[in-house]
């Protein structure tokens, strides 16, 4: 048996043994969970529920399910108990200690806590807190008094790898120690370091709408999945997973985050892209979208169509375009109304001011093919009225003609014999009126012109807004194209989105203005968490350029701006360089990126002669980066078929795969990925293939796709040129 190791702090041997106790605690509450559930910690969960006849089945589900999450998160806990030991004096109160983990742990037979967890009030007291006076707010409100103790502990397995106590010293190693680590094939979770402007936004009241500026680096995409985790734990009574949702820039940044929520406990989150709600929104209607990238088709213009292009799609976003598309659709709604009311042999059913009335006040709320079903109800009972009226008028009349037959015709055959002619002709005029009704009827949807989803979009292009140009018939529809469609699907058929409460859209800056208001109409209970750097902002022809284009025009002014300005992921001399690229073109209002002390190697410029030399020396680094133990590798080139140009050259020596925007699947290794998808991902080593001049001019365009790209490293940056290097890049000594 291997012997125990204890970290070299006086306090580790009681550290050790509380873990031990800990562990001991989990393991009791596993085995009650596994006897309660029939599932086995750390197995696949696929068990049936046991029935239990004393509660109603959605009751029963829910509780079941509730066991099961427990499950999964103590069998985690089991791995890593907790992260940090707090030591707490509460004014007037008697000392107390507090061990922080991913999952509060009780003892079952006192109920104290034996674990807290990392989102509970007292929780603050690490993530925002220095030794000395403090305090917290509580359920009951706040708790002053003093922090003894911050202890920062590494444990995996019940034991015990490392210790550090609080101070500014001890928390830039214990940061520094985790920072650079080797990464792994996802992105991290991060409950053990948050900081405090994180904890900050992690912690932001869930009745306001949020909008981060987070630097490169800054966390972003992780804190906004941790913030979910935070809401679910703090309002569990009214928020469920299920009516939250992320939105992500493609299906492989979704791979890329997947296993974030789950480790921290958290299942059923909707992970979408916004075209992917577009698609379930519109179902079956959707029409088909051209799967192209928008990116590569600006990489491949020159500055000036790309100009030309960028209005187009600004004006697609706007929030004047969705203005004018409600006009239309609202003018649509009135003029699909037959001119002249409704009318059966000449029986008013509803006149051209009542339909109107009917029509676009009482059934407002409904969209245009459900109101004209709604409508087609009332005809029906108005049709019904007017074949009963008009069945009266017969049965008048022929009850009159009846009578005079009677008094003037002695009684017999013959009287009887055109009194029976009568009331058959009386009859047929029944079968008649009932046929015209069936008829008049079975015509009514013919009475309203309403067109197709896409046809009604082209026609709005052409008449409501022709300063986008001529939109000939046989274009391609884009996904720029997606938010008025969705907008006209909603008018004429409804969406079928499920309602959610909490909406979280990371890489926000490529959102336009229309996509976030059309967002928000559809979940009119929802509040916003949107993260993004407009340093970044590589769609900004799309997207916005300030956060005043939101924060007033669509969520009213009552949304709160923070911002993230320190970069964990990159060392100082990576930040440095990345910074000298960014600060050719500044953004005003947005505060400089402060990198956390870590250092490492240079990155490197490095010119090629010629194309054999550019691959050997890619081949080369990636060998020497392997074998220093790196993971995730990424050969970064401007365009997709720069990418996989290089990949038919290099990918089978480097036993390297392909990346590209319609992929689903992130795996790690050795990467070749064209610029316009590395964003929101890290690796631990990046190439940027080719930064020459040609193939970089300076451009603000392309300003911040190469501080995107150089952005990306945890620990090496390498870039390559052939002949002149980008005038953006820093000039080598």
């Not at 049965?395 to 003609?401: F, K, L, P, T, Y």
């Not at 002149?724 to 000594?733: G, Y």
């Amino acid at each position: 048996m291997e012997p125990l190791r204890l970290p070299d702090h006086p306090a580790a041997k009681e550290e050790y043994l509380h873990l031990q106790q800990a562990c001991d605690t989990i393991d009791r509450e596993i085995g009650e969970m596994e006897a309660l559930t029939g599932a086995k910690a750390g197995g696949v969960m696929d068990v049936r529920m046991k029935e239990d006849p004393d509660q109603q089945e959605e009751v029963t589900i829910q509780l079941f399910r509730a066991q099961l999450d427990r499950l999964r998160q103590l069998s985690m806990a089991s791995a890593q108990a907790y992260f940090a030991r707090l030591d707490f004096i509460p004014s007037g109160s008697v000392p107390e200690t507090w061990y922080l983990g991913r999952w509060s742990v009780l003892d079952p037979a006192t109920l104290n806590p034996v674990i807290v967890d990392w989102r509970s009030p007292v929780a603050n007291l690490y993530y925002s807190g220095q030794i000395g006076k403090m305090d917290y707010t509580a359920p009951d409100g706040r708790v002053e008094g003093e922090l003894t103790l911050k202890r920062m502990l590494t444990v995996s397995q019940r034991r015990l790898i490392s210790l550090f106590d609080s101070g500014i010293v001890s928390q830039e190693a214990y940061l520094q120690e985790v920072l650079g680590s080797i990464s792994t094939d996802r992105l991290r979770e991060i409950v053990t370091t948050i900081q405090a402007e994180q904890n900050i936004v992690i912690r932001h009241p869930l009745n306001a709408h949020l909008l981060v500026q987070g630097a490169a680096g800054s966390g972003k995409t992780t804190i906004a999945l941790h913030r979910i985790a935070y809401l679910l734990y703090t309002f569990q009574k009214t928020l469920k997973p299920e009516n939250m949702m992320i939105l992500a820039p493609n299906p492989l940044f979704l791979s890329y985050i997947s296993q974030v929520l789950p480790d921290l406990g958290v299942e059923r989150v909707v992970q979408t892209t916004f075209e992917g709600w577009c698609r379930e929104g519109m179902g079956r209607r959707m029409p088909k979208i051209l799967r192209d990238s928008r990116l590569e088709r600006n990489l491949s213009l020159a500055e000036a169509e790309r100009r030309e292009a960028g209005s187009l799609l600004r004006l697609k976003g706007s929030l004047a375009t969705m203005k004018k598309l409600e006009s239309y659709l609202d003018q649509l709604q009135k003029a699909i109304l037959p001119e002249n009311g409704f009318k059966m042999a000449g029986v008013t059913l509803m006149d051209r001011a009542e339909l109107e009335n009917v029509f676009l006040r009482d059934l407002r709320y409904f969209p245009l093919e459900q109101r004209i079903g709604e409508l087609k109800k009332i005809i029906r009972k108005r049709v019904q009225a007017a074949a009963a009226l008009l069945k009266d008028r017969y049965a008048a009349g022929a009850e009159q003609m009846a009578d005079g037959l009677r008094a003037s015709m002695r009684d017999g055959e013959q009287r009887r014999r055109k009194i029976c002619d009568l009331y058959a002709v009386r009859d047929q005029r029944y079968r008649e009126i009932d046929a015209r009704a069936e008829a008049y009827l079975n015509g009514y949807r013919e009475k309203f012109t309403l067109p197709d989803l896409t046809g009604l979009y082209r026609v709005f292009l052409r008449d409501g807004l022709p300063e986008a140009g001529p939109f000939p018939e046989n274009t391609d529809l884009r996904q720029e194209d997606l938010p008025m469609l969705v907008m006209i699907c909603k008018a004429l058929y409804g969406l079928k989105t499920k309602q959610m409460k909490h909406i979280v859209i990371d890489e926000c800056q490529d959102f336009s203005p229309f996509q976030i208001e059309l967002l928000k109409q559809a979940n009119p209970a929802a509040t916003f968490t949107l993260v993004g750097d407009l340093y970044q902002g590589i769609r900004s022809d799309e997207g916005i350029r300030s956060w005043e284009e939101w924060k007033g025009p669509v969520f009213d002014h009552r949304a709160d701006l923070k911002q993230l300005t320190v970069s964990y992921r990159n060392t100082t001399e990576i930040m440095s360089m990345a910074q000298t690229v960014a600060a050719r073109y500044p953004i005003d209002g947005i505060r400089e990126t402060r990198p956390v002390l870590r250092h490492g190697e240079p990155p490197q410029i490095i010119g090629a002669e010629n194309e054999k030399a550019r691959l050997s020396m890619i081949r080369n680094q990636v060998r020497a980066w392997l074998q220093e133990g790196f993971h995730s590798i990424a050969l970064i080139e401007k365009t997709a078929d720069q990418a996989r140009k290089l990949f038919r050259q290099i990918g089978p020596d480097l036993d390297a795969h392909l990346l590209s925007e319609s992929d689903s699947e992130y795996r790690g290794g050795v990467m070749i990925l064209p610029a316009g998808i590395a964003k929101g991902m890290e690796f631990d080593c990046v190439g940027i293939c080719d930064a020459s001049a040609d193939n970089f001019p300076d451009d603000e365009f392309l300003c911040r796709i190469l501080y995107v790209i150089m952005t990306r490293p945890l620990h090496r940056l390498c870039v390559w040129h052939r002949g002149a290097p980008s005038p953006m890049l820093p000039q080598q000594r």
